[in-house]
């Protein structure tokens, strides 16, 4: 239902932008959080987006690099990544959640929604 693109290859101080697709006409009721998973590791939190976009959350390690938008009319919310680092590199999720608690929205469980997943690797 949520389908995730944009990922790739990229030299370290490089940029991408994932953007995260749902075909549902209530797209903009769902606040839409991008996780990432690198192998051995938990899947962590990244950024997340409420419902309206104007409310928004990033982890520590990419504040000032990742930008998170969304267009609702688009039924689509993008991740801006700038400045990559090799310690980016995972597999990129987008999910969708009916929480309004913003600090909720960090957590993996508050998420009914997922999209498949798309690899990012940064990497001279």
């Known amino acids: 239902q949520l389908q995730a693109s944009g990922g790739g290859l990229v030299q370290p101080g490089g940029s991408l932008t994932l953007s995260c697709a749902h075909s549902a006409p209530n797209f903009g009721d769902y606040a839409i959080g991008w996780f990432r998973q690198a192998p051995g590791r938990e899947r962590e939190v990244v950024s997340v987006?409420?419902?309206?976009?104007?409310?928004?959350y990033y982890t520590d390690s990419v504040k000032g690099r990742f930008t998170i938008s969304r267009d609702n009319a688009k039924n689509t919310v993008y991740l801006r990544m700038n400045s990559l680092k090799p310690e980016d590199t995972a597999t990129y999720y987008c999910?969708?959640?009916?929480?309004?608690?913003?600090?909720?929205?960090?957590?993996?469980?508050?998420?009914?929604?997922w999209g498949q997943g798309t690899q990012v690797t940064v990497s001279s």
């Open positions: 987006i409420s419902s309206s976009g104007e409310n928004t």
């Open positions: 999910a969708a959640s009916g929480t309004v608690i913003l600090s909720n929205l960090r957590n993996v469980a508050a998420y009914a929604y």
